[in-house]
């Protein structure tokens, strides 16, 4: 599906609301396939959620629906010794989790992903689960088959130099090995902010999480439910939402986010401040108002998730935005390095590109009217988060084609409802 820009509605304010976090969601489910209990949650789940759940019930879990809650009845399937294989289409996070609970469990379960999942790193978690006791064959991505359930010990290296989701894959389900898990400093790496996520959760499920300097060590006990969780908004599907106050030069409050969040991308708060924008707190949510001022410096290592964001204001921006210390951002669903400076570069910012990030800068000023047919599309790679830029860009260049936008199902289906802006579908051209 392509979608095309409109001429932004004149609102004076705008209220909008953050979509669920699929990163609260997606680790509390991991926790519940094990114990039961509940998930509580603001919003539309998901795709990536929805097929973690689908997964779920394949290994043997009784799952219900309600609005606002995910019912985890009971947990997978403890005695099951046939294989099962399960398919994951585009989402690494759910991939990962899922191999790694494989490992708790006495069958072999196999993940299969689609076209581009498939071709995303695996073998560091492999390798890992394999030195913890698993059965483990595949990679270097997807297919992988996992079997336990593995004994655990110490993890002296779990990718992190990659994603830290292998990482927090293991903390996970960590508790349920015989021999707990220990993770010495040197094993963790980029996007910390989300190993630290990953903790609170576990702490959040009872399970004694012991940290010593950046240390951090699972004991084996195992928690029992049913536990009761609940996904707040997210932050990272937040930030486009504020950033597109810059673009419409009006207000734009987001309910549903919690300011001691700890989501990494929170962040954004500073990020925006630090660009000279103004963001408030208040009973009706944070909202983000004013012009860009000046340009900056972004170190996103432990927020990767921000830098398209971030680099698209660079079109409202006086000065350059650079965006560094992310060589990891290569490894996402798109390289968001070279398929981001692509982007940009089409909708006519200039961008030099460096290992671990780039430097963006507007050439031109105002707005530009691309409805006189000339058109622009921007190729989102299925990238959710280059979506997410090209559709700021669109705040100010009606007409300007975003190519493949349905990807951002993958983390907020109302995106294109949701911000500011008009959006409309455009028609299929028929094959001449």
């Known amino acids: 599906m392509d ?95 899922l191999l790694a609970l494989a490992a708790t469990l006495g069958r072999d379960v196999t993940v299969t992903g689609g076209p581009t999942l498939s071709k995303r790193a695996t073998y560091p978690l492999l390798a890992t689960l394999g030195a913890l006791g698993a059965r483990v064959s595949g990679g270097p991505g997807l297919p992988a088959v996992v079997g336990g359930p593995a004994v655990g010990g110490r993890c002296t290296d779990a990718g992190g130099s990659v994603s830290s989701q292998f990482l927090s894959a293991l903390l996970l389900v960590g508790a349920w090995f015989d021999r707990g898990i220990r993770v010495p400093a040197s094993a963790r790496g980029v996007s910390d902010g989300y190993v630290e996520l990953t903790l609170a959760t576990l702490r959040h499920a009872g399970v004694d999480v012991r940290v010593e300097g950046r240390d951090i060590e699972v004991p084996p006990a195992a928690p029992s439910g049913p536990l009761m969780f609940h996904a707040g908004g997210d932050w990272s599907g937040a930030a486009p939402l504020l950033a597109s106050a810059a673009f419409i030069d009006e207000p734009v409050t987001v309910a549903g986010l919690d300011p001691r969040s700890a989501q990494p991308d929170v962040a954004i708060v500073r990020h925006l401040r630090t660009l000279g924008m103004t963001v408030g707190m208040s009973d009706e949510g944070v909202t983000a108002s004013g012009r860009v001022q000046r340009g900056g410096t972004f170190d996103v290592g432990n927020t990767p998730d921000l830098a398209p964001v971030l680099a698209a204001l660079a079109d409202v921006a006086p000065e350059p935005i650079r965006i560094e210390n992310a060589p990891h951002l290569r490894h996402k669903e798109s390289d968001r390095i070279t398929d981001l400076a692509a982007l940009l570069e089409t909708a006519g910012l200039g961008v030099v590109a460096h290992h671990d990030g780039m430097v963006v800068q507007a050439p031109f000023k105002g707005d530009r009217d691309l409805r006189d047919g000339t058109g622009i599309v921007l190729d989102t790679r299925n990238d959710h988060r280059l979506a997410f830029a090209g559709a700021l860009l669109g705040l100010r260049r009606p007409g300007l084609v975003i190519a ?26 028929s094959p001449r």
């Open 3 to 97: 979608v095309v820009a409109g001429v932004p509605r004149p609102a004076g304010s705008w209220q909008v609301r953050a979509p669920l976090s699929k990163s609260e969601a997606l680790r509390a489910l991991t926790i519940l396939a094990r114990t039961g209990g509940m998930l509580g949650h603001d919003g539309l789940l998901p795709d990536d959620v929805q097929g973690f759940i689908h997964a779920l019930r394949a290994l043997g879990a009784t799952i219900g629906m309600a609005d606002g809650t995910v019912f985890v009845h009971s947990p997978v399937d403890l005695l099951a010794t046939a294989p099962v294989t399960l398919h994951i289409p585009d989402g690494a996070a759910p991939a990962r989790f």
């Open 404 to 429: 493949g936008a349905e990807c951002v199902a993958k983390s907020f289906p109302s995106f294109f409802d949701t911000c500011p802006g008009t959006w409309s579908e455009r028609p299929e051209r």
